[in-house]
């Protein structure tokens, strides 16, 4: 039985599926690909039980059948491959398959293939086409702020709604929360929904190879993303997200415009003295103009950074987690930001002050 | 559930003799029986991939296994088990960002289930001469819901505490009757609500969804003025409703024979309960809102502040609301009491201006409005165009700004109080049979 390929084309395959084939211990056909073939198609499936995926692929085959490839062998293996070599031909014997390039040429073990669970497909959805680009931008605003620990599940996902002519992406771990609003350039709208935090980077990495517009398809147990042969399929979260908007400080009393790069120079010094807490004090004074960053390390030493702002309000003091602060820059396109405090123990709004004005980060402050 | 549990224990030794260990470890390590029905038994399973799997695979081996040790029963379903999804990997990773402060997610501002706020409550709610019948009927309707005013219909002009009111009989049903399920909504949502299950052909569901409460509040029913279609639904809803005894309340800014555009079926069904009304708030019933609202936000005033403030807000409670919050916001400040100055600035700048109209500003604005001189309604002329003007001019200033008869004469031209009172009822009559004129007076008062 043999089955000849596009290098090019395995390679793409392998690039979106090879590292969602887990590490599974007790199950070993879990970290293989399944390659599911008869002579004009093979469709390649890789699962970690709370992922799935399925690229369905032309190729050329005398004959159909099933096998299942160790997807860190094949990954190295095929990566490696000039772009040259045209054609992959992989032979498949009693348990082992025989990979040739007009280059090299190589056997690899195969496991039964008898173990490899389906990937549930989604009968009844809500159907949502909208630009992967576009949905990449949303997750990767906001799925940073998500809980790590799944204690609370609907902490560790990101939750996307509708909200008017946006698709509205937030995530929070109740200590920052992340929100970032994308234009939905399709008038459908899609159903409120939370993505576990766990799959949000395979989500991520597909549509990025993608790109253009792809499908979306929400159930009650089930999201997939659907593009041209490609199949994502990821658990959603049964839950109900906090209704965050009533954390949003409605007003502040204290404010800093600042230049974004000013503000990450300025609190990567000081983190350099922080404590184990990595906590930063922010010393805002409007009269005086002075705004610096404070910290303190009864082992290391102490430092002061100042950072030159427009100043508005009342002078304040607070201390923040420099972690929960920095992570912010990554969505923060435009070159200055502002800072808005609203008073001892209440959170800090962050956001852009010019162009893009769609995304808004909360952080809390340290109690001590 | 011991049951269950027990039985299922059985069943999955079983199964491990019957599986590799390997599968057994993956598929059937986080399951469990969630509950048995009529012999079907409900598989809790972790996701939906153990789900298709177990089905695929191993249906009926664990069906003939579960008969094994229960004969009754006849079927085997898989539902997706959200417990189990959020026990996995616990305590794994602590936070090491202890000590910063958690924001108060679950603090619902408003409860979702219900929609109520819970800060409206009869505790907070300051009873006075205005309010009175409607504090009793809400009352009433408390300790009995469905039994006695059915459906409750509170009106009152903007800012007099209706949706505190009712929400307040919501929060306070649910509170002393927590069997009730009670649900609070704005006649908006009603109907986008509805607009949405019409679209998605999913008008059963809605009305299944309404169906489930004992007690629903519904605010500002005037915006369902000219909506007919919602107006029907509203009506089936009522009439389902009120069948079963259980409770309405209804909101509006005015009584339900006065809302234009609604249908004569709903009115009358509107009237069947009891309708009371918020009346004009008076000065005491001012000053003890301004006190309370004193107390909630822990500021003192004396009782000539208080006085200042009531008096000079007229008929809402929401701008005294907002006129305290800022009192308290410019003491807490500069740390110390406001002086009368201070507080009168305040209320200058935060409550809309009074209408100052003198005898002069009417004049011009009638004069205009027929296009005639201003000296002329001034003159001793008789001539017609003027005659009419003059007399709508003594008509409107003595039915809305209540002055003198003779004071109205001296002011305009020095004429007799006799023919001032000639002219006022003249035109209150004329107004009655001629609807033109009752047009124009409308339209004069709202340039005036």
Redesign the interface.
Known sequence: MKIEIQTQKLKEIMRKIEHIAGK?A???V?SCILIEYNKNTAIFKA?N??V?IEVVVPIKSENSGLVAIPAHTLGAFITQLPDQSSIVSLEIEAGNVKITTPQSSGVIKTVSSE?F????KISEGKEVEIDADIFVKGLKSVWYSSS??????ELSSVYIYNEGEYIVFAA?D??R?AEKKVKSLKTTKISDILIPFRNIADVIRLLEIVNGTIKITISK??VSFEKDGTYL?S?V????F???H??IPKSFITEAVILKQDFINALKISNIFSDK???VRLVIDPKKKIFNIQTKNSDIGENKTLVSAALTGESIEVN??Y??IADCFQSIEADSISLQLSGL?K?MIIRPVSGDQTFLY?V????? | MNDYSQMWQTALIEIESAVSQANFSTWFKETRIVKELDGVVYLGVPNSFTQEWLYKKFHNSILRILRQTNDQVRALEYIIDKENNSKKEEGKRKMVSAPTISMPLHDFYINKEDNLNPRYTFESFVVGPFNELAHAASQTIVKAPGQTYNPLFIYGDPGRGKTHLIQAVGNKIKKDLPEKKVFYLTSERFCTEFFAALQENKANQFKEKYRRYDVVIMDDVQFFSGKEKFQEELFHFFNTFKDTGRQLVFSSDRHPNVIPGLEERLRSRFGTGMVVDLQELDQESRMAIVRAKCASQNITMSPEIVEIVSSSIEDNIREIEGVVNIIACQTQLKNRELNVNEIKNILKNNTRPKKMVSVKDVVRVVSDFYNIDEESIYNKTRRKEVVRPRQMIMYLLREDFGISFPSIGEKLGGRDHTTVIHSYEKVREEIKKNSLLAQEVSQLRSMI
């Open positions: 599974h007790t199950l070993p879990l699962t039980l709370d799935g173990d669970p389906t990937i549930p790590v620990s799944s204690i609370k599940p929070t109740s200590f929360l147990n089930l399929v658990r979260i049964d839950g109900v906090p209704d965050y009533q954390i807490f990595n906590q923040f987690n972690k929960y123990n959170p909360i809390m402050p340290m109690n001590r």
